[in-house]
């Protein structure tokens, strides 16, 4: 038995799907692939998967990763090759790996925001003027129902491009573990709550960082 | 795919899975290399259309001619429906993402006549003429296919034809035609006319409907070379059928998200209430080397782990028993399960259930449809109370503890005893738990009853009869509320108005269809949705147009009247019909098919049991 991390990027039509649907769906792509996969032991056998951090519905993720088990030996170039060739539009593997580090070990990650508006300077003031406060507050969601959140500690290293008249480029890096997470739409949320705006925006998550911000392995 | 405005409008909208597209073996060409694209409509939301067999079958037949293109087009839920309008977005297909009227087929599938309005209203969004009238050149042709077409007169105005019967060789056929035509720059006419000489083609726009005085049918007369007669479409040998060897697998969870195998097309039970048992005859079976082999390319091409083996009543296989010993030969290797749709009284046996290994403990239906033997003897459902006892005695002993029973109220014939025979029904059922040694202690029993209002349907024995009025169905609805015997019981009964509604387009005819165009028009569509079904509103578009939808549902017909699908043909005599309908209110049953031949005349297609020795 031997387990193996497979990364992959989830965009295109693949992220409108939630987390638990993309849990499914690499299942079915496992077992399409028949590749030798380890499956649970009790009454309902399932594959077994683990993913690291799941990713909000609507996110682009460049390289997400998700372990399973082999019962046989596969080289992972062939695993990647059987995988790409079952995966639906948006999902790509593009690695397969010896599992360097435990999923706890994740504590950060990178995002792009492209935000999309009628005047890109206009929104590039207002971002700037926003980031620019003493405090940024928004609700954040949680099982326990909504409270007020304090989210100008983590965008103190945000960086904004305008890229062209209608398009602006923010990356931030936030929290993200499986103690807790920030998710960059709360960014958005601030945009709207403080500057009545809700510009067309594609978040993606870029990769996956240790407490040291090294690549998550 | 979407376009790029779709997209901004995505994370607006509850499960936006549902109109991205993308899916594990969807089916994308290139459109400069087809000849003919076909819009696949159905009129209800993804996750209903996708779990639709009767979809994946007709999407990888057209799909396999590869000079035509079959894509997918669902409903939008309202959420997205109201951005989509507010966008100016044009009702799109999934594959390409290219609007549905660039299409030259849109096919609508009708499967049940609350989804009326969805149809009317995809076209709409579609921003194709909603009248066949008003379409004009060799494009736009709106086909529709599924049961409901057995009487499709509602809808005659809007349809420029339909499908009846098998559907997965005429609609090929059709689109040949159509290719043939184009060619040939034939006129729209032209090609409908053509169309209207292959078999299983109605062209409504081909026959002219005259009416009575009393508001009954004159006569319905072809024109310009049109049949007589629409003699349903049948393939004769279910191996030989087409049937897919792959699904679009969805991305986002829908109602049946697994293999479903069709085992039998047909029904040898002939219930007198039931409007698919007699449409689908005759009875044909797929052969075990079939059914193994198509199981294990769709588990292989889909990932799927569960096969659902469905018909209209898969414990009436002959071989069950061998078929679940053949596929388990490999399928519990392969970690998938084999699953049963719905079981009959009589075909519940812990020899089954052995063979089933995905059935939950918790729960099991079955569909006794009345409560007293004098009703079950009047609808022909040929099951016995002593039975149906027995079946749920083994299936307490097998550790089972929830039980669910679907009945009908409403019938024809029916007393208040009959429906209050439903709860005493429900209380032996629960006697029976506890007189029962082996059942699993510690847990209750629960037995729920289900009770549905009577809808009578074209080409069946009930055809004739009048709907119980809203009235008297919730008089009865009072009965069974009233004295519920046992804390264990649970009733539940649904929609007097929805059955109401349903009735009045099952047996409609075209003078319907302004009905249906100003409810769509004041915003009416989902219906079969609680939260969308607004009663009060639809009689508003009835009294509006001077429309009495009483004279379509409670009317009482004689059988001498003409009805709205007199001139379509599903092999079934009147004459029979007629007979059968004398036996119910004689409370006469008749044998089902594998017993005694009735002589329905499905046999005049040669096909299945008809010409098999019994």
């Given amino acids: 038995m031997k387990n193996v991390r497979i990364w992959f990027k989830k965009d295109g039509p693949a992220k409108y799907i939630s987390h638990l649907d993309l849990a499914r769906c690499m299942g079915y792509v496992l077992k399409m692939a028949r590749l030798p996969v380890w499956y649970t032991e009790g009454f309902n056998p399932r594959i077994h998967m683990t993913f690291a951090m799941p990713l909000s519905l609507g996110v682009s993720g460049e390289q997400e990763c998700m372990d399973i088990r082999l019962t046989e030996e596969v080289s992972y170039s062939n695993v990647t090759e059987r995988m790409n060739r079952h995966l639906p539009m948006g999902l790509q593997v593009y690695r397969a790996s010896d599992p360097v580090m435990t999923f706890n070990e994740i504590q950060f990650a990178d995002y792009t925001v492209e935000l999309e508006a009628e005047d890109s300077r206009e929104i590039a003031d207002d971002l700037a003027e926003l980031l620019a406060q003493e405090q940024i507050t928004v609700m954040k969601h949680a099982k326990k129902g909504a409270k007020e959140f304090e989210i100008k500690p983590f965008l103190n290293a945000v960086t ?18 499986t103690e807790g997470s920030i998710n960059p ?14 510009p067309y925006a594609s978040v993606t998550r870029n990769g996956l960082l240790t407490k040291d911000h090294t690549e998550f392995l | 795919m979407y ?19 993308g899916e594990m073996n969807s089916i994308i060409k290139k459109k400069e290399e087809v000849d003919v694209r076909f819009a696949f409509c159905f009129p209800d939301t993804y996750e209903i259309g996708m779990s639709h067999l009767g979809l994946k079958i007709l999407y990888g037949a057209i799909n396999e001619v590869p000079y035509f293109w079959c894509e997918r087009v669902f409903a939008p839920w309202i959420d997205m429906e109201a951005l989509m309008i507010e966008q100016g977005l044009p009702l799109y297909a999934l594959e390409s993402g290219d609007p549905v009227r660039d299409f030259d087929f849109i096919g609508f599938t009708l499967q049940y006549e609350l989804s009326y309005t969805n149809v009317l209203n995809m076209l709409k969004l579609a921003g194709i003429p909603l009248k066949s009238s008003e379409r004009t050149g060799l494009f736009h042709i709106v086909v529709g296919g599924g049961p409901c077409v057995c009487n499709p007169e509602p809808l005659a105005d809007f349809f420029d034809l339909f499908f009846l019967g098998d559907g997965e060789e005429v609609d090929v056929a059709v689109m040949e035609l159509y290719r043939r035509c184009k060619a040939e720059q034939k006129s729209r006419q032209e090609f409908l006319e053509l169309a209207a000489q292959i078999e299983g083609v109605y062209v409504p726009s081909l026959y002219e409907v005259s009416y009575q005085d009393d ?19 049948v393939i004769r040998e279910m191996d030989k059928a087409y049937y897919p060897s792959t699904f679009v697998v969805p991305l986002i969870d829908v109602v049946h998200n697994r293999v479903s195998e069709e085992v039998l097309r047909g029904c040898i039970r002939g219930c007198r209430f039931c409007q698919a048992g007699f449409l689908y005859r005759p009875f044909r079976e ?26 209209l009543s898969t414990s009436d296989y002959s071989q069950l028993n061998e078929l679940l010993d053949r596929l388990h030969t490999w399928t519990e290797k392969e970690k998938v399960s084999v699953s049963l749709p719905s079981l009959r009284v009589d075909g519940f046996s812990p020899e089954l259930m052995e063979r089933i290994n995905s059935v939950r403990k918790s729960g099991l239906t079955f569909a ?7 009703m079950r003897d009047v609808i022909n459902k040929n099951v016995e109370e002593e039975q ?26 029916e007393t208040p005893e009959d429906v209050q025979a439903i709860l005493t029904l429900g209380k032996k059922v629960v006697d029976v738990f506890y007189n029962n040694p082996n059942r699993s202690k510690g847990k209750g029993v629960e037995v729920t009853l289900s009770a549905a209002a009577f809808v009578p349907k074209p080409f069946t024995p009930f055809q004739w009869f009048g709907q119980d009025t809203m009235e008297t169905l919730h008089d009865k609805q009072r009965v069974l509320k009233g004295n519920i015997p046992s804390k264990r019981l649970t009733v539940n009964y649904h929609g007097a108005q929805t059955s109401f509604l349903e009735a009045v387009f099952a047996r409609g005819d075209r003078r319907l269809a302004p009905v249906l165009e100003l409810a769509v028009e004041r915003g009416i569509h989902f219906d079969g949705w609680d939260i969308c079904f607004n009663f009060e509103q639809w009689m508003s578009v009835f009294q509006d147009l001077e429309v009495d939808p009483a004279f379509y549902a409670n009317r009482h017909r004689e059988f001498d009247e003409i009805f709205p699908w007199d001139h379509l043909d599903y092999g079934i005599r009147k004459e029979f019909l007629i007979e059968e309908c004398r036996r119910a209110y004689r409370g006469e049953t008749t044998p089902n098919c594998r017993e005694k031949c009735a002589g329905c005349g499905a046999a005049c297609y040669g096909g299945g049991l008809c010409v098999e020795k019994r």
């Fill in chain 1, 160 to 177: 904004m491009d305008i890229t062209g008249s209608q398009t602006v480029k923010l990356t931030l890096c936030l929290p993200c573990s």
């Fill in chain 1, 185 to 198: 739409n709360l960014l958005l949320e601030a945009l709207k709550k403080y500057k009545g705006i809700t």
């Fill in chain 2, 3 to 21: 376009s790029k405005e779709v997209e901004k409008l995505l994370l607006k909208v509850q499960k936006p899975g549902r109109y991205v597209g």
């Fill in chain 2, 215 to 233: 508001g009954t049918i004159k006569a319905c007369v072809p024109k310009n070379g049109a049949p007589e007669r629409v003699k349903k479409c």
């Fill in chain 2, 286 to 311: 797929k052969s075990i080397d079939v059914i193994d082999a198509q199981c294990q390319a769709l588990c292989a091409s889909t990932g799927y782990d569960e096969i659902s083996l469905s018909s």
């Fill in chain 2, 368 to 374: 006794p449809e009345a409560g007293s033997q004098r």
């Fill in chain 2, 388 to 413: 149906l006892l027995h079946t749920v005695n083994v299936a307490f002993t097998e550790g089972w503890n929830r039980i669910k029973l679907y009945f009908m109220i409403g019938l024809p014939t």
